[in-house]
């Protein structure tokens, strides 16, 4: 019978049965390969969020550390040494000022020069609104600060953005290998702009 059956498989043109493939054991460029990939890790810490992307080709880290926004405030982000203030895309923040603690305001274009230096960008694609909508304040400027109170314009309500968390989730960072331990300005593995959403 089962002579028959495989006469008549194969008369008909059916393939014969085989023997299920070996899978081979995994060779050293199979591991390589597996540790060129792009492994992206995210983390939330008491209102911040850290995503720590590690490309395995080039071992290179990029890392994204911000404060989504929320019902009471804007979004918050860090780089290079800098913590953005995002007021809204919409919103021209080239006459803003700013205040640290209630201390007496200072005007954001006197940080241009040292954010300069960092190589910061200060101007976004949008011919319309050059500024994005974002405050940029140098991290020294920020040191033991709670508080950080912006006026994009004469005729617009001061918004407040409290720093709670940051200085913990910023060691948290820097402890998973983003940027210098030490503090060092200059931090290229910080990205303002974003990996994923």
């Known amino acids: 019978m089962l002579i028959a059956s495989l006469a008549a498989a194969g008369a008909l043109g059916l393939s014969w049965p085989s023997l299920p493939q ?5 060779t050293e460029g199979m591991h390589r390969r597996a540790g060129y990939k792009v492994k992206t890790k995210a983390y939330h810490l ?3 969020e850290m995503r720590i992307e590690r490309d395995g080709f080039t071992g290179l880290t990029r890392c994204r550390l911000y404060a989504p926004s929320t019902v009471f405030q804007g979004r918050m982000t860090y780089a290079r040494d800098v913590l953005g203030f995002h007021l809204g895309e919409d ?3 080239g ?4 205040s640290i603690d ?3 305001p200072v005007a954001w274009r006197d940080d241009f020069p040292t954010l300069a230096s960092r190589r910061e960008p200060l101007s976004t694609d949008n011919l319309f609104n050059p500024t994005g909508g974002v405050v940029l304040i140098p991290h020294d400027k920020l040191d033991g600060a709670r508080t950080v109170t ?3 314009g004469r005729d617009q309500t001061p918004r407040r953005f409290r720093l709670k968390g940051f200085e913990r989730a910023l060691a948290a960072a820097r402890a998973n290998g983003c940027g210098a331990t030490d503090g060092e300005a200059g931090s290229d593995a910080f990205q303002r702009d974003a990996l994923t959403p």
Do not use: L, Q
């Open 22 to 26: 070996a899978i081979p054991f995994p």
């Open 46 to 48: 008491k209102g911040w």
């Open 91 to 93: 919103v021209d923040v």
């Open 95 to 98: 006459e803003a000022w700013y």
């Open 102 to 104: 209630d201390k007496p």
């Open 150 to 152: 912006i006026r994009a």
